[in-house]
C-alpha cells in the first residue's frame, strides 16, 4: 500500500507561481510512474502531468506544456509539480496519484493510477 499526501495547494495571483508536493509513505515509489490531475468544479478530472521514477521520463497536457514542470526527489520520496506563469482556468484541485506499471501508453487515462491522494486546492485569482 501506498499512501500519498499532497500539499502547497493555495491562492494565488494569476501570472504567479506555486509548488505542490506530494509525499509518499508505505513504500518507495522507485518503479512507478507518478501523475498529477486535477479536477475543476463542474468538470472531469483530467491529466495535468506525469514522470516515471527511474528514468525521469516526463508527459504533460498541452495546456500546461512550458508551464508547470512534474520533478521527483528519490531521498524524500516526493514528487513535486512547479506551476508557474498561472491562470485563472489552472483553478481546481489537484490530486497526485501512483501507477504500478510506469511504461503504459494510456497514462492520461485516471484509471490507470492505484493510488491516489487527496488533493489540494489551487485558486487563481483573475
Known amino acids: 500500500q501506498v499512501q500519498l499526501v499532497e500539499s502547497g495547494g493555495g491562492l494565488v495571483q494569476a501570472g504567479g507561481s506555486l509548488r505542490l508536493s506530494c509525499a509518499a509513505s508505505?513504500?518507495?515509489?522507485?518503479?512507478?510512474?507518478m501523475g498529477w490531475f486535477r479536477q475543476a468544479p463542474g468538470k472531469e478530472r483530467e491529466f495535468v502531468a506525469r514522470i516515471r521514477w527511474s528514468s525521469s521520463i516526463t508527459y504533460y497536457a498541452d495546456s500546461v506544456k512550458g508551464r508547470f514542470t512534474i520533478s521527483r526527489d528519490n531521498a524524500k520520496n516526493t514528487v513535486y509539480l512547479q506551476m508557474n506563469r498561472l491562470k485563472p482556468e489552472d483553478t481546481a484541485v489537484y490530486y497526485c496519484?501512483?501507477?504500478?506499471?510506469?511504461?503504459?501508453?494510456?497514462?492520461?487515462?485516471?484509471?490507470?493510477?492505484?493510488?491516489w491522494g487527496q488533493g489540494t486546492q489551487v485558486t487563481v485569482s483573475s
Open positions: 496519484a501512483a501507477d504500478t506499471n510506469p511504461y503504459t501508453s494510456t497514462y492520461n487515462y485516471e484509471s490507470r493510477y492505484d493510488y
Open positions: 508505505g513504500r518507495t515509489l522507485t518503479g512507478y510512474a
